[in-house]
Each structure stands twice: as C-alpha cells, then as structure tokens.
C-alpha cells in the first residue's frame, strides 16, 4: 500500500501511519465484515465497541465488490483517540471505493479482451507457419530472441512485454501475401520480391485497426528497416526506427539466417554471428548487435 501528501500532510507523517501491527480484534473484525455483512462498517470509540481496543480507536471497513462479489476489502485505520472517523468519512470512502472496483473491473475486461485478441492473431500466424515447414516456431524463436536481446540491453519489463508480443506477431501480414509466392522453394521474381515486401505494412495495419497496440503496430511495420535507411517500408534510418524494431530486427535475421528455408540450407552459427557483426552499423543497430553478441557468448541462444 502507498500513500502520498498531496493534501497538505508532512510525508513522514502519512509514512509513520503504515507498518503499525493492527490488534488482532480489529484485524478479526475484517475478516468477519468479508466473511458476513458485506457492508461498509464504520466504528469510533474504543471504549464503545469489543471491535476496538488501545491500539485502534477508529476504522473504516468497505468490501469491494465486482458484481456482488466480494474481491477484496478497503480499511482506514486512526490510532489517535483524538481523530475519530465519522459518518461523512465512511461516504466518501464508500464512494472512492465503488469507483475503484469499477476501475478494476474494467481492467481485468481490458486484460480479458487482450488475452483473447492476442490468441486468436497468434492462431493466424501459427496457421501461417504450419503451411511452410521450413518456418514453424520461427516466429515464437524470434520473440524469445528478441526478449533476450532486449533485456541484455536493459530495457524495462514494459518494452519487454511489448517486444515479445511483437515478435510473436512480426510476421502476421505475410496473410495477405499469396501462397505461391510465400510458399516459392525457388528464388523469388523482383515482382515476387517486391509483394513480400508489403507484409510489415500489412501487418501494421491489422494490429492498428484493434485500436490498442500502438507501439507494437509500430514495431511490426518497421522491423525491416536498415540502420543506414536503406531498409523497407519507409526507408527510416538510425534514431528513426523505433529501438524495439531495431532490436526485432536483429533476432529476425538470426533466425532466418540459422533456420532451413526452402530456398537454402541453415548457415553455421559461427557464420550468421559474423554476417551480424559485419553489417553492424549499416542492417543493424550497432547497441543491437553489441547485446546480441553478449547473449550469444552465453551460449543463451542454443537454448531454443
């Protein structure tokens, strides 16, 4: 629990306040209001109530409640016999309170809603891969490489979060590409070429359309960009593309460079670990590339 003194109250004043024991009366009282009344309780006045002893003068008790179910509770506690809560205090209390289960049931409708939308595109890319033996599990390799990559190069749990759900989805807008061009075991026409070259904006445009995952639509488009902008679909450089696109970027090729295609053979690690190193600063991020390299010394990158 935190609090903070943005009415007035010293800091230390509110701090003092948390991390008292609470007698075991009051502490029972609680669980009774969960367990039977489900109302909010108010009780002043050690000296009127069994609830109350020396230590708790005052306190408020409101469930919270989804739905007339009990989740969770909200308590205010004075252990001065001088500050008493009253009538007033316990309605606005039950007030916030109401809100704040609202809040939450939206929440946990949002995390349901995005769980289930994130499911079912994964099933598209997932149906995408079975179709081409040569590309099964790619994109989920890519994700955990990407992750890897991203947390070497300490990014937050956040931007951890948002690269492995854009890795998992990077290649979701080869859907609308056609299969005799996706599925070609020969070299690719510069027509052909140029129609695989529309997926990272396919993509972005699906993910868009939800209307939720701005920064992981931004990923997908630009995860084929080249650090000196010679890259595709818009031809962004350096700063330009967007860091997690860059770090994509890198796991992408490693991958596809160390996975059978169609086309080719897998090329030896050792190899596609140089192929990295020279083209840092020109394909790849130079940081990117210098945090793969420390993942790969780890011998991390064998686990998958």
């Known amino acids: 629990l935190m609090a903070s003194s943005d009415c007035g109250i010293e800091d230390e004043k509110v701090r003092s306040s948390f991390g008292r024991d609470l007698s075991n009366t009051a502490s029972q009282f609680i669980l009774d209001v969960l367990s039977s009344d489900h109302n909010p309780c108010l ?8 609830h109350l002893d ?26 001065q016999k001088d500050k008493l809560f009253d009538e007033k205090d316990i309605y606005y209390m039950n007030f916030i309170t109401q809100k704040a289960a609202a809040a939450i049931e939206n929440i946990a409708l949002y995390e349901n809603i995005y769980d289930n939308l994130f499911s079912t595109l994964y099933a598209f890319v997932t149906a995408l891969e079975v179709r081409d033996l040569y590309t099964r599990k790619h994109s989920t390799r890519v994700a955990k490489y990407g992750h890897m990559i991203a947390r070497q190069m300490g990014c937050t749990e956040e931007e951890l979060d948002i690269i492995s759900f854009a890795g998992s989805l990077h290649d979701i807008g080869k859907i609308g590409i056609r299969d005799d061009i996706l599925l070609k075991p020969g070299r690719l026409t510069d027509e052909e070429y140029e129609k695989i070259k529309e997926h990272p904006v396919i993509g972005a445009d699906i993910i868009s359309k939800l209307g939720l995952w701005d920064q992981e639509m931004k990923i997908i488009r630009h995860h084929h960009e080249r650090f000196d902008g010679k890259g595709y679909p818009d031809g962004i450089k350096e700063d330009e593309i967007p860091k997690l ?29 140089d192929i ?5 600063g ?17 011998e991390l990158l064998d686990d998958f």
């Not at 020109?282 to 780890?298: N, S, Y």
């Open 282 to 298: 020109t394909q790849f991020d130079p940081e990117a590339v210098k945090a793969f390299l420390e993942v790969a010394d780890q």
């Open 276 to 280: 990295i190193k020279e083209n840092s």
């Open 245 to 273: 696109a860059r770090i994509l970027c890198v796991a992408d090729s490693f991958d596809a460079m160390a996975s059978d295609r169609a086309y080719r053979k897998k090329m030896e690690k050792s190899k596609v670990i």
């Open 43 to 50: 009780i002043s006045g050690s000296g009127k109530n069994k």
């Open 54 to 79: 020396d230590v708790v003068h005052s306190l408020m008790v409101v469930p919270l409640k989804i739905r007339d179910k009990i989740f969770g509770v909200a308590s205010a506690f004075s252990f």
